[in-house]
């Protein structure tokens, strides 16, 4: 029997998804024909059975992980215990569409995953995301944060309140910064 938090932090979304959205969900099974020039011997049967786990693989990383996989992640080591190492890891918060994830892995000595979780981010917080990345990466200047977006100071401002990070903002700065632009 499975740890009741175990059930909830691996499949809980899934779940819910399921229980209140969710027709039936299909069978994930492997079909081996057995027809005419099919298994004939126990070479033919391990062969299909090669082909339906690749054909599996194929289908699980290009349909449920293909923006998983294919994303570049930064990574940053943030514990270990004994053989084990928990990471952190953040998108790139791109801005093309792609879904993208933030998580954490922990691996063990050899670097293997013994376990791992990810969140998918929505639009609004790959869009947040992007705002604070940029402004951390122009050491918190505005102006310079515009300049890298190819908008304005004002903008800029607009888009830390839409973005509910407001309280970030000395605002007696902003107003002063505000009032120098618009006076010339």
């Known amino acids: 029997m499975l740890h ?27 079909r081996i024909r057995d027809g005419a020039g099919g298994i004939r011997n126990l070479a033919d049967l391990r062969a299909a059975a090669h082909g ?14 293909r923006d998983l996989l294919e994303t570049s992640y930064a990574f940053e080591r943030v514990y270990r215990m004994g ?17 993208q994830h933030i998580g954490e892995l922990i691996t063990d000595h050899k670097g293997r995953a013994a376990y791992l979780k990810t969140f998918r981010l929505s639009d ?3 869009r947040k995301g992007h705002l604070l990345r940029t402004l ?3 050491d918190w200047h505005l102006e310079r944060t515009a300049e890298a977006l190819g908008t304005s100071y004002a903008e800029v401002v607009r888009r830390i309140e839409a973005a509910g990070l407001g309280g970030l903002l000395d605002s007696h700065v902003v107003a002063r ?3 120098e632009k618009e006076e010339g």
């Open 83 to 99: 053989d084990f190492d928990l990471h952190r890891f953040l998108p790139p918060f791109q801005r093309d569409g792609r879904e």
């Open 124 to 126: 609004k917080q790959i």
């Open 52 to 65: 339906q786990e690749r054909a599996w693989v194929e289908a699980h990383d290009g349909l449920m992980a």
């Open 136 to 138: 951390a990466g122009r």
């Open 177 to 179: 910064r505000t009032r």
């Open 4 to 30: 009741p938090t175990l059930v909830e932090d691996l499949y809980g979304e899934l779940v819910h998804q399921y229980a209140y959205f969710g027709g039936p969900v299909p069978e994930f099974t492997a």
